[in-house]
């Protein structure tokens, strides 16, 4: 089994609304294990670090947006850079504009169940079930016409190695716990079911 860590994030408007404890429900009930949590109002310098200023990471973030805007049937004039340097500016106001809670939760295949329990990125089209598709309905349209980022509630590490990143970025060793649960024997033991 890929036993993995990853980080997520209820963002400001997950934390306004309320909505720490529903979201922490959906990880656990799923079999996730929480090894770290604490609520952060992260710095420019912070978030500077969390959205990389890398002009590959940029291009691919700007390149994404351009391939939504297409399906939205918008045409977007700016080059893949320039709107990865405007998405990271309106991402990173966004996640510095109140407390946030960071959790690092582990479990197999954690990175992608995660993101599968988050939802798609655009709360609009995520699907019905995800915590983007249940709890928020702002969508990229309408976060475009208004030059700020879409209010989707989380952030979810996309990858084992984007995750470790995060996961420095916003712990320290000693915030992170090893512990036992009873998913860890039914869950992730692979002799449960032969004792």
Avoid: C
């Avoid at 079999?31 to 770290?36: I, S």
């Avoid at 805007?69 to 309106?90: F, T, W």
Wanted: hydrophobic share 40%.
């Amino acid at each position: 089994m890929a036993i993995e860590r990853t980080l997520a994030i209820v963002k400001p408007d997950g934390v306004q609304r309320g909505l720490m404890g529903e979201i922490l429900h959906r990880f656990e009930r799923a079999g996730l294990k929480v090894v770290g949590m604490k609520m952060v109002w992260a710095d420019k310098e912070l978030v500077g670090k969390h959205y990389a200023d890398d002009e590959a990471y940029l291009i691919s973030v700007g390149e994404k947006a351009l391939a939504a805007a297409r399906e939205r049937g918008q045409e977007m004039k700016q080059s893949a850079l320039e709107i990865g340097k405007r998405v990271r500016e309106s991402n990173m106001r966004y996640v510095a504009t109140g407390p946030v809670l960071a959790l690092v939760l582990q479990g197999n295949t954690a990175v992608q169940t995660v993101r599968n329990i988050v939802g798609g990125t655009n709360p609009l089209t995520a699907d019905i079930g995800t915590i983007r598709g249940d709890l928020t309905i702002d969508d990229f349209t309408q976060a475009d016409s208004e030059e700020r980022s879409a209010r989707n509630l989380m952030h979810a590490s996309g990858n084992v190695a984007e995750a470790e990143r995060e996961i420095a970025l916003w712990f320290k060793d000693d915030e992170l716990h090893e512990y036992q649960t009873v998913m860890d024997k039914v869950l992730h033991d692979p002799n449960w079911d032969k004792e």
